[in-house]
Structures are given as structure tokens and as C-alpha cells.
């Protein structure tokens, strides 16, 4: 059982950059791979970037790469999503999920553990 913190997110203009963090609890981090989703009302939770559980591969949705950066600290329990470049766009909660797997999945309904969600707004 993986329990997920975040911290991080709120308020910056268009261009400016914020990290957020995702700090686990139980011993299982390392064997767990990870995933940020974001979600806007009324739409369905989108996929942002994704973790294996050893941190060796990585991915993006297509709209952020080039601009935000996924990592994870095994030793530190938690892991970041920086976000660079801000657009109005990406405005939306943004979410860390885990999964007991070595490896991540685009898909929400295939995570077992989410954070509690944190408000990102980029104002234009």
C-alpha cells in the first residue's frame, strides 16, 4: 500500500514554471511506477507524463514535452513534475497516481494510488 502527497502547484503567469511533489508513504516506492494526470471540469483525467519505478524510462503527452520534466528520488520516497513554459492551457488539477508495476500506464483506471490533487492556474 503506497499512500501519495502532494505539495506544490497554485498561481503564475504564462511562461513561468512551478514543481510539483509527490511524497509517498510505505515501502514499496521503489516497485511502484508513477504517472501525473490533470483535469479540467467536465473533462476526463488526461494522461501528463509518466515514471517506471526505477526511473529508467519515461514519457509525455504530447502537448507538454519539451516543457515539463518528470523524475523521482527512490530514496526520497517522492517525485516531481516540473513544469516550465507555462501555458493558459495547462490550467487544471493536477494529479500523481501509482501503480504497482514496474511499469506506468497513460490510462487513470490503471493506477491504484492517487494524490490528493493540486490546483495548477496559469493566467494569460
Known amino acids: 500500500q503506497v499512500q501519495l502527497v502532494q505539495s506544490g502547484g497554485g498561481l503564475v503567469q504564462a511562461g513561468g514554471s512551478l514543481r510539483l511533489s509527490c511524497a509517498a508513504s510505505g515501502r514499496t516506492f521503489s516497485s511502484t511506477s508513477l504517472g501525473w494526470f490533470r483535469q479540467i471540469p467536465g473533462k476526463e483525467r488526461e494522461f501528463v507524463a509518466g515514471?517506471?519505478?526505477?526511473?529508467?524510462?519515461?514519457s509525455y503527452a504530447e502537448s507538454v514535452q519539451g516543457r515539463f520534466s518528470i523524475s523521482r528520488d527512490n530514496a526520497k520516497n517522492t517525485a516531481y513534475l516540473q513544469m516550465n513554459s507555462l501555458k493558459a492551457e495547462d490550467t487544471a488539477v493536477y494529479f500523481c497516481?501509482?501503480?504497482?508495476?514496474?511499469?506506468?500506464?497513460?490510462?487513470?483506471?490503471?493506477?491504484?494510488?492517487w494524490g490528493q490533487g493540486t490546483q495548477v492556474t496559469v493566467s494569460s
Open positions: 515514471i517506471t519505478s526505477t526511473g529508467g524510462s519515461l
Open positions: 497516481a501509482g501503480k504497482p508495476s514496474k511499469y506506468y500506464s497513460r490510462y487513470p483506471t490503471d493506477f491504484d494510488y
